[in-house]
């Protein structure tokens, strides 16, 4: 029998398990999901069972599709094999980003109770409203002075501790923060910064101000700018230790032979810093600088934390929060969401198509 006609003679079989094996598994893990739901388990046996059934689950998911597919021919099995290992995770990642990202955005387009249909009054009215254009402008703060200090001191330090003999000590300390969250970095702060009236001050920085004579300071209630450059501080001491670590490696990465050769040309250290090591490093500040933009647009748990939203600091993340989780307008809330969504998509298309430029992808 020709190869032609033994092919011919597969398509049934392999069209057979192609249905079947996918309605077997969905058909087993819907039965073992109902019965341990109907059970009357303890706690932690379920726990242990959820996690059983999910290792077992993905390996058989995994083990029973890749044999369907290897009754493929090779042209198709070649096409069709890398998709079985990245078809989960793209299909997670729609269910956990894109549904999410569809639905806020048709209900941005409707009304506080997301039943009527009300167009782009939503967008009309976040544009028009003073405490949008004040989040606004407190964004672009965080962005301009927060994202622009912690790359700055970032790159500064990494080039510093690099040429010092205590380096692991000097990155270790200023690494530091960035193992606690945001929410306990604004506790810390707030103890910091607090303020009482009367020369007996607990906050550390009022206490060293009037250890010197000065007058103590509501640092958070100032006015602008200052309360929103105080929060940023914040940023800037948990951050600078992330953008210290990456570029430091980037700059391990530079050719030392290059360097030398710069310098036996005459080049000074300014020159060969901002002619040879910046262009040199020049994709990973890129990243350095797009990723710490990015968080600073989403930035939320240090405002929440630190002043709820009051005296004009609050940004757009704190409104999205209070118009949609405090006062249930679903419609404008969505709408934030999405003008955030808006403002850091631009940032993340233009780091891919620079790396893209630079080859690295």
């Given amino acids: 029998m020709s190869s032609a006609a033994a092919a011919k003679r597969s398509v049934p079989i392999i069209a057979f398990w192609s249905v079947l094996v996918p309605l077997l598994n969905i058909a ?23 996690i059983l059934w999910g290792v077992a689950g993905v390996y058989s998911i995994y083990w029973s599709f890749n044999l369907v597919i290897e009754l493929y021919p090779d042209k198709w099995k070649r096409r069709i094999q890398p998709f079985l290992f990245i078809g989960p995770a793209i299909g997670l990642l729609g269910w956990l980003l894109l549904i999410p990202t569809v639905r806020t955005l048709v209900m941005s387009f409707q009304d506080a109770s997301s039943s009527k249909f009300v167009g782009f009054a939503n967008y009309a009215a976040v544009f028009t409203n003073r405490l949008l254009l004040t989040a606004l402008r ?37 690494f530091m923060p960035m193992a606690i969250s945001f929410v306990a970095a604004g506790v ?7 303020y009482q009236p009367g020369e007996e001050q607990i906050g550390l920085l009022n206490a060293i101000v009037v250890w010197f004579g000065g007058e103590p300071q509501a640092w958070t209630s100032m006015m602008q700018p200052w309360n929103n450059l105080f929060l940023i501080v914040i940023l800037v001491w948990m951050q600078t230790g992330f953008a210290m670590v990456i570029l430091s490696a980037a700059l391990k990465g530079v050719p030392e032979d290059i360097l030398e050769a710069a310098r036996m040309d005459g080049a000074g250290e300014i020159r060969v810093f901002f002619r040879i090591i910046i262009p040199y490093i020049s994709t990973t500040l890129l990243s350095v600088t797009t990723t710490i933009i990015v968080f600073t647009l989403k930035i939320f748990d240090v405002v929440m934390v630190m002043t709820g939203g ?9 409104q999205f929060y209070r118009q949609f989780f405090m006062y249930q307008n679903f419609g404008y809330g969505s709408t934030l969401a999405i003008v955030l969504l808006i403002a850091v998509i631009p940032v993340i298309v233009f780091n891919l198509r620079q790396i893209r430029k630079q080859g690295e992808i």
């Fill in 188 to 194: 810390i702060w707030k103890f910091i910064y607090y």
């Fill in 138 to 174: 407190n964004n672009l703060l965080w962005v301009v002075f927060g994202a622009t200090a912690c790359i700055i001191l970032g790159l500064l330090i990494a080039v510093l501790a690099d040429r010092s003999s205590f380096e692991r000590l000097a990155k270790t300390i200023i």
């Fill in 310 to 318: 009051q005296y004009d600091t609050e940004v757009v993340a704190t």
């Fill in 28 to 50: 087993g893990h819907t039965a073992i999901f109902f019965l341990l739901r109907s059970s009357s388990l303890h706690p932690v046996l379920y726990a242990i069972l959820a």
